[in-house]
């Protein structure tokens, strides 16, 4: 911060002054005025000496090769099974995803509402032209002739703490509130919120003992993500409900699509094209 770096340079000064404390009273304000300038001024760009590398991570160990998206691939673990998509699950998803779009949407009015990083400088500006903005920034007024160097850091100390106590009431805001990082953060515990309010449907008899119980962030993008794929696959190929289901070599060795008999038959109701594109809007807010 301008003001904060202005304060720092002006310590600077006044530990240059306690070096010295024996010269004439007639040259403290010079002093003061050529120390400020010097400690303001942007440092001299240095390149860095360069650091040994670091030497290697040792490679994770091999794990074996496994389908994620077969929906059976869990039955490798005695007692365990994947999620499979049904009419229940997919209504599910769709409540996870209006959740998650309606929470983006109240996100995105609380950051529009937010002062910008431009907007809290100016008012940081503003504030430093105001007559308590001008005596806070007047090392005259904390720093007297003939002080010793005791009272002279007392003095620099005062000053500081006054100056962050009247910009932060000027200006009470972050202006790393909502940075790029917070903001990520932020809509990745939107998806966490969402995914925990996809639930089933109460009024069915499965809720007895799942009530209460939604979904894990990554089960739900892994639902998304298969019905999303089956929507790309019927446009090329036959995708009607069959014996033994479907199989289609997906990205990556020993890797397929595989979707049940019974996950065809819910599929088969889907509204491709809503669906698509309430995902397509879902993403814009990520954008």
């Not at 024996?22 to 390149?47: F, R, Y």
């Not at 431009?118 to 007559?131: F, M, V």
């Amino acid at each position: 911060m301008r003001y904060r770096s202005q304060l720092t340079a002006v310590v600077l000064a006044a530990l240059t002054i306690l070096a010295v404390p024996s010269l004439a009273d007639a040259q403290l304000g010079g002093l003061i005025k050529k120390k400020v300038k010097e400690a303001i001024k942007p440092p001299e760009k240095t390149n860095p000496a360069p650091q040994p590398a670091a030497a290697p991570a040792p490679a994770p160990a091999a794990e074996p090769v496994s389908n994620s998206r077969d929906p059976f691939a869990g039955q490798r673990v005695p007692g365990t099974r994947a999620l499979v998509i049904t009419d229940e699950m997919i209504a599910r998803v769709y409540r996870g995803l209006d959740v998650e779009a309606a929470m983006l949407k109240d996100l995105e009015k609380e950051i529009a509402a937010y002062p910008t990083p431009e907007k809290i400088e100016a008012c940081k500006i503003k504030a430093s032209q105001t007559p308590e903005g001008q005596r806070l920034m007047n090392l005259g007024n904390f720093v007297k002739e003939g002080m010793t160097p005791d009272q002279i850091q007392a003095g620099m100390m005062k000053m500081s703490t006054e100056s962050d106590a009247y910009y932060k009431k000027a200006c009470p805001w972050d202006e790393s509130k909502w940075s790029d990082g917070n903001r990520s953060d932020a809509r990745r515990a939107i998806r966490t919120k969402a995914a925990a309010k996809a639930l089933p449907d109460t009024a069915t008899v499965i809720v007895k003992g799942l009530a209460g119980i939604g979904l894990n962030e990554y089960d739900f993008a892994e639902m998304i993500e298969r019905i999303l794929k089956y929507c790309e696959l019927k446009k090329t190929m036959d995708v009607r409900p069959k014996t033994g289901g479907i199989k289609t070599p997906g990205e990556g060795k020993d890797i397929y699509w595989v979707y049940t008999e019974g996950e065809l038959r819910s599929l088969q109701k889907l509204d491709c094209d809503g669906f698509k594109k309430k995902y397509a809007n879902l993403l814009g807010a990520y954008a």
